[in-house]
């Protein structure tokens, strides 16, 4: 799916980059500073949610927008995620990749 979010975001005209933990991915937002973040729940090392909180507690950080991009359709992850900083709150299976470029354009246009 990587791959797939990899090729059409970049043929959308957006940069794109991707880590498999959580670790990593903090490490990656705090060198690149990017634009947006997709950020699922369940990943490796960290949960996505503690990655959220950190995230949302560095001064570095905390401005960065976060869509969760999720399988976990629990309504009481969705409220910690909400509360937590994240713009939104998806469920792959009610996103398709031409429907979250979609809601990605919307948050951040392309360059």
Do not use: C, H
């Not at 705090?30 to 490796?44: A, E, R």
């Not at 939104?88 to 990749?97: G, H, S």
């Amino acid at each position: 799916m990587v791959k797939l979010y990899a090729e059409i975001f970049t043929d959308e005209g957006y940069n794109f980059d991707s880590s498999v933990g959580g670790v990593g991915g903090l490490e990656k937002v705090k060198v690149g500073k990017p634009d947006l973040i997709i950020l699922d729940i369940m990943i490796p090392e960290m949960n996505g949610l503690d990655v959220l909180d950190k995230l949302k507690a560095d001064s570095a950080t905390k401005e960065i927008p976060v869509l969760i991009l999720t399988n976990l359709s629990s309504k009481e992850e969705e409220e910690r995620a909400l509360k937590a900083g994240a713009l939104k709150y998806l469920i792959k299976t009610q996103y398709e990749p031409e429907k979250l470029i979609q809601v990605v354009k919307q948050t951040v246009p392309p360059e």
